[in-house]
């Protein structure tokens, strides 16, 4: 073992033994080289005053080198902000900028103790980061039934664990934490499990309520106390996009630091909260009492990005930041939340107004870009071929009932019409 990947175990088994037992072999071997490239460059980048002949990028006019049919068309920008590698872990601004960002959004965070974000690209490649931390062959991996189907490749496919699903609502239509309860139990043996905790929810478009976020954190912190040791993943994808009366914040701040054998993890990003799904600027926050396992985790982190994808890529994350310094980004950033809201409630009014009963219920939505019809009578898809078939409407099967409709990317005006064309196309087979 790397004597740097040693020491950075050392610091973190001697801050607390169970979160060094959560890692998985690689991460347990991982490491951020300090003698290399990166630090020789970082070294020579305060040092070298008359030549810095280190990194591998092009220099012209004591400028980054860049071509004009590009550098054209983001002449806002600076090209030393454009054109040179990312740090490993992100520009800081943007990382310190996100952070205060992420304490202002949740109060439940304040007075405790957090990681500084590191960014990743978006929010599939945080996930990864965590199978690769912390899941082996045989680790559990604990999602509802109502999921992204990444996940299973993220952690199952590319890292062996076992992914254990519960019913994602109880008879109440609200969420089911009694069944996460007896998932985590049921794995009780297995003595560790990765929680994977997705609101707004993908596919369903449904947040907990406040009762509900308690009795989810009651749930994690018994099976703590039973001797479980659980990475926690909050999977805060759509933060913000709260329609309704449910919790408006992430369960990371609540989950922060409530037991020694949990690890809250949040993995969060611009991508959809900022509607820049193409930048691909994420970030991936640690809780913990100790600033040294904190920075370990960090030093961690920045191994498996630079053996991976080496940095995020640069001009995105200057325009996330540049956005997130304008004096118009709430403004802004609210303008395109009332959109989404009225949508959602567009949405509900439909469903709620009589005219599609007998063929379909819903599943309860409050929040994100989705929602999901419950089919009574036909295959879902069977119904989603016959839409495009015949109407030239997408829609997303899942399972033999389920059909994912996401009014994110719907006018509002064109709604009606897409529930009734899809009301008629159950209609259609159902003749």
């Known amino acids: 073992m790397n004597p740097l ?3 950075l175990n050392e610091t973190i088994r001697q801050e607390n033994e169970q979160i060094f037992s959560m890692l998985s072999r690689l991460g347990q071997l991982i490491y951020f080289p300090k003698e290399g490239i990166l630090s020789q460059s970082a070294e020579a980048a305060s040092k070298a005053k008359l030549f810095n002949a280190t990194i591998g990028i092009a220099i012209e006019d004591k400028a980054p080198m860049h071509l004009k049919v590009i550098q054209d068309q983001l002449s806002a920008f600076n090209p030393k902000d454009i054109y040179p590698y990312a740090p490993p872990a992100g520009k800081p601004e943007l990382r310190k900028l996100w952070r205060e960002k992420m304490l202002k959004e949740n109060p439940s965070l304040v007075g405790k103790n957090i ?11 945080g996930l990864s980061i965590v199978a690769d931390l912390f899941a082996d062959d045989g680790d559990v991996v604990i999602l509802p039934d109502k999921n992204w189907e990444n996940y299973e490749l993220t952690f199952n496919i590319r890292r062996g664990a076992e992914m254990v699903y519960y019913p994602l609502y109880n008879d109440e239509w609200k969420f089911n934490s009694e069944a996460l309860r007896a998932s985590l139990l049921a794995n009780r043996d297995k003595g560790k499990a990765i929680v994977v905790l997705n609101f707004p929810n993908n596919p369903t478009g449904y947040t907990p309520g406040r009762e509900e976020g308690e009795k989810i954190v009651a749930v994690i912190k018994e099976a703590a106390e039973a001797g479980m040791k659980l990475v926690v993943v909050t999977d805060d994808a759509y933060f913000g996009l709260f329609f309704e009366d449910s919790v408006h914040e992430s369960l990371f701040g609540t989950l922060a630091s409530i037991h020694p054998n949990v690890l809250a993890v949040k993995v969060d990003g611009a991508t959809k909260e900022e509607y820049v799904w193409g930048f691909r600027v994420g970030f991936i926050t640690y809780a913990s009492t100790s600033d040294s396992l904190l920075a370990a985790l960090e030093q961690k982190t920045m191994g498996i990005i630079r053996s991976t994808i080496s940095s995020g890529p ?34 509900k009014s439909l469903l709620d107004s009589g005219k599609y009963n007998g063929v379909w219920s819903y599943y309860p939505f409050n929040s994100g870009y989705f929602m999901c019809l419950k089919l009574d009578h036909v295959n879902a898809e069977t119904l989603r071929l016959h839409l495009l078939d015949h109407y030239g409407i997408g829609t997303i099967a899942l399972g033999d009932t389920d059909l994912r409709v996401a009014f994110s990317c719907i006018e509002e005006e064109n709604l009606e019409e897409l529930f009734d064309k899809i009301y008629q196309g159950v209609l259609d087979l159902q003749s």
């Not at 990681?115 to 490649?125: E, F, G, K, Q, R």
């Not at 310094?325 to 409630?345: H, L, V, W, Y």
């Open 5 to 7: 990947a040693h020491q």
């Open 115 to 125: 990681s500084n974000p590191i960014v990743t690209n978006a929010l599939t490649h």
């Open 314 to 347: 640069h001009p995105s994350q200057t325009f996330v930041l540049h956005a997130l310094q304008s004096p118009d980004f709430e403004s802004q950033k609210q303008e395109k939340f009332n959109i989404m809201k009225g949508r959602a409630n567009k949405v």
